[in-house]
């Protein structure tokens, strides 16, 4: 399988801090992160509401990658509203724009990190790629459906769905039948099920996750774990006196 190359635009400042080295170290059979840019200097919005917040236009994000170059797909993300509130749109021929503005509130308050929902949108494009071949036909809305299953094509119109599909994210029935309707390579749907898996919580935020919502088990299993550990330790201190003991005698 040939894989898809994807280079990274960072429009405008972020403001938190993303491991995109992460990101790009991500090993998958489907896409390798190629190259990582930032394009500093952008236009003001034309949506000027009096107000702080930026949104941009679908063709504002297009006018803005329009002089990026790369025989790949190009993935803009920025961190100012789409003017109609939808996370992510089709920006050219090859090139997509990602909105992280709310959604990385949602994700962080959930313990979700913003690399994992970067990493299931690049799983969502390179699938459109694939099964489409062209990133700019229509008959992607015959793949995204709007009911939230926890699946990679859930649209997530009510933004706060984004919890439910960023991690684990799964393939819905419907869509593998879909999927299966067009020539993929072998196996294509069983590794991506596979790939998929690997977007998880670190071990650290879902120890903390499982401390917060089970607080009273949480200290019982700790005390338990410190009463097991105490024994094993004099276990291990007595056995060696014992050895030292024997020697010396």
Not at 126 to 155: E, G
Not at 198 to 225: A, D, R, W
Request: neutral net charge.
């Amino acid at each position: 399988m040939n894989k898809t190359q994807i280079k990274i635009v960072i429009i405008g400042h972020l403001r938190h801090s993303l491991d995109f080295k992460k990101i790009k170290q991500n090993k998958s059979s489907f896409f390798e992160i190629c190259q990582i840019e930032t394009i500093n200097n952008i236009p003001s919005s034309e949506n000027d509401n009096g107000y702080l917040d930026i949104t941009y236009s679908r063709k504002e994000t297009e006018n803005i990658l329009n002089n990026v170059n790369f025989e790949g797909i190009v993935l803009g993300i920025m961190n100012y509203r789409f003017d109609d509130n939808f996370y992510m749109h089709r920006s050219g021929d090859n090139k997509l724009c990602l909105s992280i503005a709310d959604i990385d509130i949602l994700l962080l308050n959930n313990g979700i990190s913003l690399e994992n929902f970067i990493l299931k949108n690049i799983y969502e494009i390179v699938v459109f790629k694939n099964a489409l071949n062209d990133l700019t036909s229509d008959d992607i809305y015959n793949l995204i459906h709007q009911d939230t299953r926890m699946c990679l094509f859930d649209m997530n119109g009510d933004k706060y769905d984004v919890v439910y599909n960023t991690e684990k994210p799964i393939i819905c029935d419907e869509c593998k039948t879909f999927l299966n309707k067009k020539s993929l390579p072998e196996n294509f749907i069983k590794t991506l099920e596979k790939e998929l898996k690997k977007i998880k919580k670190p071990l650290l935020c879902t120890v903390e996750i499982f401390i917060k919502k089970y607080p009273l088990l949480s200290i019982l299993l700790t005390v338990l774990s410190t009463i097991i550990i105490n024994l094993i330790s004099n276990g291990i201190w007595e056995l060696l006196k014992k050895c030292l003991t024997n020697h010396c005698t």
